[in-house]
């Protein structure tokens, strides 16, 4: 028994149309592979943005805790001196 003439080019149109979606339609290698660089690029910032959370919040403590951290940012941050002593500049 022959199958019909028709068989051939459907199962072909078939299987490009299933190929097009594995290549380049929504949920392809390529769209998958973008979106795991998205999710590597993402999750690096999240990284370095919470060390960096972790850095000022350890510094509002400090400045909390004492008045030591907040007398060693007014000298070095602003220039300030206390009473009586004297501020050298070296030129670089």
């Known amino acids: 028994m022959r199958s019909p ?3 051939f080019p459907f199962l072909l149109l078939l299987l490009g149309g299933l190929q097009y979606r594995l290549w380049v339609g929504d ?3 390529a769209q ?3 979106l795991k660089q998205q999710i590597a690029d993402q999750n690096g910032e999240n990284k ?9 919040e350890a510094e509002v403590v400090e400045l909390k805790k004492g008045m030591e951290t907040v007398e060693e940012r007014a000298r070095h941050e602003l220039g ?5 002593e004297t501020l050298f500049l070296q030129s670089k």
Not at 80 to 84: I, L, R, S, T
């Open 5 to 7: 003439y028709w068989l």
């Open 27 to 29: 949920g392809s290698f």
């Open 32 to 34: 998958v592979r973008e």
């Open 48 to 56: 370095r943005l919470l060390e960096r959370n972790e850095i000022l």
């Open 80 to 84: 300030m001196v206390k009473q009586g």
